[in-house]
């Protein structure tokens, strides 16, 4: 199989980098590039030539809001059986996480996909089985797919969805932060191809590159940024096209155009983000869990929960914030113990951080 | 969450949805491939179940040799 590994190359891009005396900020949004980043030490080689890279609000279980798991719990709670994603399992609630629901007898289940889910919805007819569908455009066709197949009647999704246009659109919109540069995400953009990012190159003279996962997709990327900033120039350039085209794929968006609409959501450490989710279309109703245990739910309905005390998740997914700078960062939040979710999930800089810095 | 591991679609079943995928380290999975036009010996990347995409061979052995001329048209430049 094809492996991007040339140790020479990644030295020129880091020597070329290194001569031209930046000092820039860029940000990406995707765990799969931290770890790439960290797992490598290619964060502090950067740093070293003056690029500072951090992650955005690019972790869909580090997004997912506090409502949004105390409905998950909520349902556990009165009688569901909830399937999820293993990472989301452990983020913790007000009070207790999916976990230590399940420890107390709760009927909890950790899937790979949503196709497991409606598997046990097959298998216990008798039974309501509620999928936490939290994720991205990688994410979203996954769910669209499998809901235009008619899955059974017990069957139903607690809608998370959401897209990455339209929170970088709000984090520079937020103008907190100075981003010199985007790393766009790999995966997500094999969906959506790359135009769906040209309006912040044009409308906020911002560069951007769609990049790979392996180190050296990840110095080029950068090398790329640098580039463009050296010659005054703003355009989304694409460094993964192995695995995206500017189109994307046209089969997964049209599923995803059928089943979902656009919606305001609130995104974990930011304010309403305008058309940044997907939510489902009124014909697939039958499948919104939000509106089938509309009673189970009500309860919660009207009730804003907070971050969990102290955490400054919120703060680090604007990117204003490096996980070693949180003071509960390896103290009171570990991995065995989390505070907040991004020392859950594998995706999430703290927990990305605390997995490689403590092996050095 | 957004993570995609890259695989082999080694057979795929008769009504076209579901193939098997080798991701070279001895692990075959049952992936959804309704999503992406595959066929034997495609490579794939595969999200939660689900083929997203088909890595495109001739790109992947292209980038390196694109990556060596970006570097130096720079130089030239």
């Known amino acids: ?360 | 969450m957004c993570l995609a591991i890259p695989g082999k679609v080694v057979e795929i079943d008769k009504n076209k949805e579901h193939g098997i995928v080798d991701y070279g380290d001895g692990t075959k999975r049952k992936v959804n491939i309704s999503l992406v036009e595959v066929k034997v010996g495609d490579y794939v990347l595969v999200h939660a179940g689900f083929a997203i995409e088909v890595l495109d061979e001739k790109e992947a052995q292209e980038t390196l040799d694109l990556f060596r001329e970006m570097l130096s048209a720079d130089e030239e430049g």
């Open chain 1, 1 to 360: 199989m094809f492996s991007l590994k040339d140790k020479k190359l990644a030295e020129e891009i880091i020597s070329k980098i290194k001569k031209l005396d930046v000092k820039l900020k860029f940000m990406h949004v995707c765990g799969t590039h931290q770890d790439t980043l960290v797992k490598h030490g290619l964060d502090t080689l950067l740093k070293e030539c003056g690029i500072e890279i951090g992650q955005g609000p690019g972790c869909p279980v580090c997004v997912t809001t506090p409502k949004e798991i105390e409905e998950m719990l909520l349902l556990a709670r009165k009688g569901k059986i909830v399937a999820t994603f293993g990472d989301m399992i452990n983020v913790p609630g007000e009070t207790q996480s999916l976990q230590s629901m399940k420890t107390e007898g709760y009927d909890v289940r950790t899937v790979y996909g949503i196709e497991d889910a409606v598997n046990l919805a097959e298998k216990h007819k008798d039974k309501d089985i509620v999928f936490m569908a939290v994720g991205f455009e990688t994410t979203a066709p996954t769910t669209a797919s499998v809901l235009l197949k008619n899955p059974p009647s017990n069957f139903s999704i607690l809608c998370c969805h959401r897209t990455i246009p339209s929170a970088l659109k709000a984090i520079l919109d937020m103008g907190e932060i100075k981003i010199d540069g985007l790393i766009e995400p790999g995966h997500v953009s094999t969906i959506i191809g790359t135009e769906p990012y040209e309006f912040i190159s044009k409308d906020y003279h911002v560069p951007q590159v769609v990049a790979g996962f392996e180190p050296l997709d990840l110095l080029m990327a950068v090398w790329m940024l640098v580039q463009q900033i050296e010659h005054g120039k703003a355009y989304v350039q694409n460094e993964y096209a192995r695995a995206v085209n500017k189109e994307g794929n046209v089969k997964a968006q049209k599923v995803i155009d059928e089943v979902f609409e656009s919606g305001d959501k609130k995104w974990r450490g930011f304010p309403v983000i305008p058309q940044s989710s997907l939510e489902l279309r009124s014909k697939f109703g039958v499948y919104d869990a939000r509106r089938k245990y509309e009673s189970d739910l009500k309860e919660i309905s009207n009730k804003e929960f907070k971050e969990p005390e102290g955490c400054r998740c919120g703060e680090l997914l604007r990117g204003l914030l490096l996980p070693q700078e949180c003071p509960l960062f390896g103290t009171q939040c570990k991995p065995e113990s989390p505070v907040g979710p991004c020392m859950v999930s594998i995706e999430g800089s703290c927990s990305i951080e605390y997995r490689y810095t403590k092996k050095r």
